[in-house]
């Protein structure tokens, strides 16, 4: 057999993998025709040879013929047992996606017992080289990629390796079935296989006029269908409008000066008018879209604290806006060259950490959803009536929430739409902290017969190009809302559409959980739809 010799910096790029043909059922449909007639014949002379000598009450002695005929039926048993055993580890094969040929002479060699999706593909000569130089460290697991050439093979070596680092196995972690290519320097790196998490569809939800499937990713029961209910109470009450208050991304650098005073004078000078127009135009070189709003500082001591806004058209923008920051503090570094950077991002911005200056000030897009509830939908759909569900959100979502000392938090659950609609739709997950930042008002209206409910949310961070918007699965969520990719038209309207359809979903589950709650069906509805009947 011929050795390959393993270079830290390339690898034979071909892998000739032997896998099952599953087009076929048989190896040898000829042959079985002919067992099967010669099996059902001897059944068929036992039966009636037997049978005769019960009915004229002959002794049950086996004679030489029907002595063979017995030998012939256990032989043609246990051949069909084979068969069958064979057929199943094609099935199974099958089930995981082979396409190859399998020869005669394979077919005649023992499978194993269980196959996966994974050990179908099964390590070759050249796939164990690289393993080996993996496990032993020889070969890093991140440069898997640019050394094979193949994003797939990458991961499937990868993965072997950290089965046999590990001593532990990763059965039940899906590897076929994803295009690792799409996420190549942009998702997610040294993959290893993908989770899979269910898609449930809300709505349709009436939204400023339009209707929207929403689609939400999600492993909590109940979750999809109290926002459907909270969908069917809205549309039945002609539907909910939504207003679009702020829409620009933020970061905020922090430099440091010797002394207060010098840093002082850089906050002024940044805050000056009359400097804003030079700082926008340095700002903007950075992007088609990107555009400098506003600069808000801080200081502490001698260190200084630059909040940056910007619009990002249909992008989620934090790396737009990181780009035009940098352009700024190298401009500045020309006035000011005893300011020292201490960070592009100082947490003054703030990122993916729940934050007052989000709360106040709006982080991405500032939406407020709004609705009627008509009195009779509250009775019969909600299962409850005006007067509780304003007293409850009074007692629960504004009270509670400040004794809880709350910051952002005065709602429900509204992390639980935002996260569910931002795992389906490519979003960053994390970045569901400052987004879920709401508060949910409800009051009686018209004579205190229907519901005024609204949800206020200053910091819903979305875009609809870019990181993973771009994966097959979460663009199709996309394309079903309408909001995939870049709007050409309208550069922008994209992702603003796509944050007042999570505000209207966040109104939607806001109203249904609370009327479980006023309705004393919480813990009901939870058992029947979040435990398993198996």
């Known amino acids: 057999m011929k050795s390959f010799a393993v270079a830290d910096d390339q690898f034979p790029k071909s892998n000739d993998k032997k896998v099952v043909d599953c ?73 995981a996606g082979c396409v190859t040929k399998i020869s005669d002479q ?47 093979r990458a991961a499937f070596i990868r993965r072997q390796a950290l089965e046999r680092i590990t001593g532990r196995s990763l059965e039940g972690l899906p590897l076929d079935g994803f295009n690792y290519e799409s996420i190549l320097g942009q998702c997610c790196e040294m993959p290893v296989g ?75 000078f940044l805050e000056e008018p009359l400097n804003f127009q030079t700082l ?63 960070g592009i991002s100082g947490n003054y911005c703030s990122d993916k950490k729940p934050a007052a200056v989000n709360w106040i000030e709006g982080r991405g897009k500032s939406v407020v959803c709004e609705a009627i509830i008509k009195e009779e939908v509250v009775k019969k ?21 400040a004794m809880a000392g709350a910051l952002g938090g005065f709602n429900a659950h509204a992390s639980n739409i935002v996260s569910a609609v931002y795992l389906a739709t490519g979003q960053d997950p994390a970045q569901n902290v400052e987004s879920s930042h709401c508060i949910t008002m409800m009051e009686a209206v018209n004579g205190g017969k229907d519901l005024h409910v609204s949800v206020t949310m200053p910091s819903i961070e979305v875009g609809t190009v870019g ?18 990719g870049a709007n050409k038209v309208s550069p922008g309207s994209n992702a603003r559409q796509l944050a007042k359809v999570v505000a209207g979903s966040v109104l939607a589950g806001e109203l249904s959980l609370m009327s479980a709650i006023a309705a004393g069906q919480l813990v009901k509805s939870h058992m029947k739809y979040n435990r398993s009947n198996k």
């Open 23 to 95: 087009s076929k059922s048989n190896a040898f449909p000829l042959f079985n025709t002919i067992f099967f007639a010669f099996f059902f014949s001897v059944i068929s002379y036992l039966f009636v040879t037997f049978r005769q000598k019960i009915h004229t009450a002959t002794p049950l002695y086996l004679t030489l013929s029907e002595m063979a005929a017995v030998v012939c039926f256990v032989a043609s048993f246990v051949y069909e047992l084979e068969e069958t055993n064979a057929k199943e580890i094609i099935h199974s094969t099958n089930s």
């Open 106 to 152: 394979d077919f005649l060699t023992p499978l194993p017992k269980s196959t996966t999706a994974v050990e179908c593909l099964t390590a070759t000569t050249e796939d164990e080289e690289v393993i080996q130089a993996v496990v032993t460290g020889k070969t890093p697991s991140y440069s898997l990629e640019s050394k094979l050439g193949d994003c797939k």
């Open 194 to 268: 993908y989770i899979q998490i269910p898609v449930g569809i809300a709505g349709p939800l009436l939204l400023d006029g339009m209707e929207f499937s929403v689609p939400m990713a999600t492993t909590e029961g109940c979750l999809v269908a109290s926002t459907n209910r909270g969908c069917k109470a809205i549309n039945a009450s002609g539907g909910a409008t939504s207003i679009l208050l702020k829409d620009g991304m933020t970061r905020a650098p922090v430099v440091r000066f010797a002394t207060a005073k010098r840093a002082a004078e850089l906050k002024f």
């Open 280 to 342: 926008a135009s340095v700002f903007n070189k950075s992007s088609r879209f990107g555009r400098l709003q506003t600069i808000q500082c801080a200081m502490a001591g001698k260190n200084l604290y630059m909040r940056f806004t910007c619009s990002t058209g249909d992008a989620m923008g934090m790396n737009m806006v990181s780009k035009g920051v940098q352009n700024v503090l190298d401009y500045l570094q020309a006035d000011f060259p005893d300011m020292d950077i201490i």
């Open 381 to 401: 759909v909600l299962k409850t009536d005006v007067a509780s569900l304003v007293e409850l959100n009074m007692l629960k979502n504004l009270t509670g929430s």
């Open 467 to 484: 990181g993973g918007t771009q994966l097959a699965s979460q663009s199709a969520c996309l394309n079903l809302l309408g909001v995939k």
